[in-house]
């Protein structure tokens, strides 16, 4: 990334001011980023303009990280620290810490560390990416931010197409033919970067009788409803309406 920037002549704090890295080399630097620790294996380098508010656990103490914007299921973009009420000293941290993170709205990454490892969460859409190679075990918001070397072109897409806007990279699969990408509802294990899914859950019901279809979408609506207002309510805020069925 700093490469192609000097090539290009483009200033990288500029372009990767929301972006991150997570790494296990400590002396690992990017111009403008701040340096966060994680746990004694990693550490967090992130871009000036990127929220970064503290994951704090049953005792208070710093278990992690939010990155960007998350709205709490009980209302409120979390900007001074996301309270998970749950032990990172027990094994069942991470099945205890899930409710809460499954049922946050917003654009966010999660990243959370503990005494059964270390576990990287995305926003249910992806707004905010995660790509990871697991061969390097480099982890960033975006491949170039991920790589040390030349990218090496994915065999299985037309680069060219998909910058025209004619195509997309699909699935896991990135620009890079080694690099992947953290898809919604998984998390990224950091300690042998197993990519699992952890929603829905086996118990999930889905099924709706007809007589409570109408308290369904009122609930969806109110919730879209304070999310919107939460997020405009603190942060600048732009809504393209397109008069679509999204829309209304």
């Given at each position: 990334?700093?490469?192609?920037?000097?090539?290009e002549?483009?200033?990288?704090?500029?372009?990767?001011?929301?972006q991150?890295?997570?790494?296990?080399?400590?002396a690992?630097?990017?111009?403008?980023?701040?340096?966060?620790?994680?746990?004694?294996?990693?550490?967090?380098?992130?871009?000036?303009?990127?929220?970064?508010?503290?994951?704090?656990?049953?005792?208070?103490?710093?278990?992690?990280?939010?990155?960007?914007?998350?709205?709490?299921?009980?209302?409120?973009?979390?900007?001074?620290?996301?309270?998970?009420?749950?032990?990172?000293?027990?094994?069942?941290?991470?099945?205890?810490?899930?409710?809460?993170?499954?049922?946050l709205?917003?654009?966010?990454?999660?990243?959370?560390?503990?005494?059964?490892?270390?576990?990287?969460?995305?926003?249910?859409?992806?707004?905010?990416?995660?790509?990871?190679d697991?061969?390097?075990?480099?982890?960033?918001?975006?491949?170039?931010?991920?790589?040390?070397?030349?990218?090496?072109?994915?065999?299985?897409?037309?680069?060219?197409?998909?910058?025209?806007?004619?195509?997309?990279?699909?699935?896991?699969?990135?620009?890079?033919?080694?690099?992947?990408?953290?898809?919604?509802?998984?998390?990224?294990?950091?300690?042998?970067?197993?990519?699992?899914?952890?929603?829905?859950?086996?118990?999930?019901?889905?099924?709706?009788?007809?007589?409570?279809?109408?308290?369904?979408?009122?609930?969806?609506?109110?919730?879209?409803?304070r999310?919107?207002?939460?997020?405009?309510?603190?942060?600048?805020?732009?809504?393209?309406?397109?008069a679509?069925?999204?829309?209304?």
């Amino acid at each position: 990334a700093e490469k192609l920037c000097a090539a290009e002549d483009r200033d990288f704090e500029t372009l990767f001011r929301y972006q991150f890295i997570l790494t296990e080399n400590p002396a690992l630097t990017a111009p403008g980023f701040k340096a966060k620790h994680l746990d004694d294996a990693w550490t967090l380098l992130h871009g000036a303009a990127l929220p970064v508010t503290p994951v704090l656990d049953s005792k208070r103490q710093n278990c992690g990280y939010v990155l960007g914007g998350a709205i709490h299921p009980e209302g409120g973009l979390i900007d001074t620290a996301l309270e998970l009420g749950a032990s990172s000293d027990t094994k069942g941290f991470f099945g205890d810490a899930e409710p809460l993170i499954e049922a946050l709205a917003g654009r966010y990454v999660v990243i959370l560390s503990g005494k059964a490892g270390s576990r990287i969460y995305i926003d249910p859409v992806l707004a905010l990416g995660v790509v990871y190679d697991p061969k390097t075990r480099a982890v960033a918001s975006s491949v170039l931010l991920a790589l040390d070397r030349e990218r090496e072109p994915n065999p299985m897409f037309d680069n060219d197409l998909i910058l025209e806007g004619k195509g997309n990279y699909s699935l896991q699969h990135t620009s890079d033919a080694a690099v992947k990408r953290l898809l919604p509802n998984h998390y990224l294990d950091l300690s042998d970067f197993s990519h699992v899914r952890h929603w829905p859950k086996a118990d999930q019901v889905f099924d709706i009788p007809e007589a409570d279809a109408s308290g369904a979408l009122e609930e969806i609506r109110d919730r879209l409803a304070r999310t919107i207002g939460d997020i405009a309510s603190v942060r600048p805020t732009v809504m393209p309406i397109s008069a679509g069925r999204d829309s209304r």
